[in-house]
């Protein structure tokens, strides 16, 4: 049954649009983020199976054509990773039905589920990433926005929403209870503390151009120890790179990606921030808001079906964007400050990139840790709490 308040998810129209076009659903994200409350929500009278159950995933393993013959007008099957033997049977299966929207595939191990879809099931999954709340998802069901500080440490995750319980409590077991279990079930780690540690290091780099040798340095671990475990982390949704453009408007880019997590909630955490108000003295304040704003973008990209082309730029004398939005022929260059104050200077590289990129700027945003909004020369300047002249741009 759907639940009582359930907070409606822009990803929810791409679903839809999805079920008319494809006979299998993919939802796809981190875990907690209500991949399996969006699709009880939708489809509240289809069978619904946790592959994490040992006795449905025992079925499904020895007699895969028995275990989907329960279900003749499909089912939400929930971790299915866990049983990568169905994708061919679920493939001839829904080939002979004909029938579109019959299946619902949740996963929440990015690169084993994702690659099991693409052999197997190819141009018969319509796949959605699903991540924790956005901003405006929140305020669209009524949840006006906390103050700045108290929003970037509590997060998105829905439990933090839907239930009373403390961000420090919540986080501490999310990150114990699903972040290491996976990890373990992906690659086998002889010490967990080590593993915490390079979480924390991850995250006191946040907003950071990634630098392997470094982080391993600090951990006590190798190069290519730190390519695997950043590997697991994309793969469980915790963290994402943001590459650099490749346009070439001066003569040197820096090539590398820089290093986000999907939540600053989490990300708090791992910072050892426990109050809201100890971020307005925390030197990462400034990563942090970065890192919210451009998650945001990037949750926004996901519901409405799109591969993002976020990027950002930066040439070898220091000139540098924080986020790029590439839509193909134009590009949406965004700065983003955590201040509350609006400085001239602030609009000083967004000059200097426009007059580089030429015709293919398009108009672009300053978005700060205040309230004002402003529509400036060189930028539209946002208020971090309403982003919504920008996030349309991605329609």
């Not at 946040?206 to 697991?232: F, P, R, Y």
């Not at 996901?302 to 924080?322: K, Q, V």
């Not at 609006?342 to 426009?354: P, R, T, V």
Request: glycine share 8%; net charge positive; with cysteine.
């Amino acid at each position: 049954m759907p639940q009582k308040h359930f907070i409606e998810r822009h990803a929810s129209k791409t679903l839809r649009r999805l079920s008319r076009a494809f006979p299998i659903i993919g939802l796809t994200g981190p875990r907690q983020a209500g991949k399996t409350t969006l699709a009880q929500h939708h489809y509240p009278r289809k069978p619904y199976v946790s592959l994490e159950n040992p006795d449905q995933l025992d079925f499904a393993r020895s007699d895969p054509k028995g275990f989907l013959a329960q279900f003749p007008k499909g089912a939400i099957l929930d971790e299915v990773q866990r049983c990568p033997s169905l994708f061919s049977y679920l493939q001839g299966l829904v080939d002979a039905r004909g029938q579109m929207g019959q299946f619902v595939l949740t996963g929440s191990q990015q690169f084993g589920f994702r690659a099991q879809l693409s052999q197997t099931l190819a141009g018969r999954i319509g796949l959605i990433h699903l991540l924790p709340f956005s901003l405006p998802e929140l305020n669209a069901n009524g949840r006006s926005p906390l103050p700045l500080n108290e929003q970037l440490w509590k997060g998105f995750y829905p439990p933090m929403y839907d239930r009373d319980i403390q961000p420090n409590d919540w986080y501490a077991n999310y990150t114990q209870t699903y972040i290491e279990r996976d990890v373990q079930q992906l690659i086998q780690i002889k010490d967990l503390n080590t593993f915490r540690t390079f979480l924390r290091i991850c995250a006191g780099r946040a907003g950071q151009i990634i630098n392997l040798s470094g982080i391993g340095n600090d951990c006590g671990i190798s190069h290519n120890t730190v390519k695997e475990w950043l590997s697991v982390l994309e793969a469980g949704y915790i963290i994402f790179r943001l590459p650099p453009h490749f346009k070439n408007f001066s003569k040197r880019l820096i090539k590398s990606p820089k290093l986000y997590f999907y939540d600053t909630g989490l990300l708090c955490w791992l910072l050892g921030v426990k109050q809201p108000d100890q971020l307005s003295v925390n030197p990462l304040r400034g990563a942090i808001f970065e890192n919210f704003v451009i998650s945001e973008v990037l949750k926004t990209q996901y519901a409405n079906g799109d591969t993002p082309g976020l990027y950002f730029w930066r040439d070898n004398l220091g000139l540098e964007i924080d986020l790029i939005i590439d839509r193909g022929q134009t590009l949406i260059p965004v700065e983003i400050k955590a201040g509350q104050t609006i400085s001239q200077d602030f609009m000083k590289n967004l000059e200097k990139w426009k007059a580089l990129a030429g015709k293919t700027a398009q108009s672009a945003f300053l978005v700060h840790g205040g309230e004002q909004a402003q529509k400036r020369t060189a930028a539209h300047i946002l208020s971090w709490n309403n982003l919504e002249p920008l996030l349309s741009k991605l329609a």
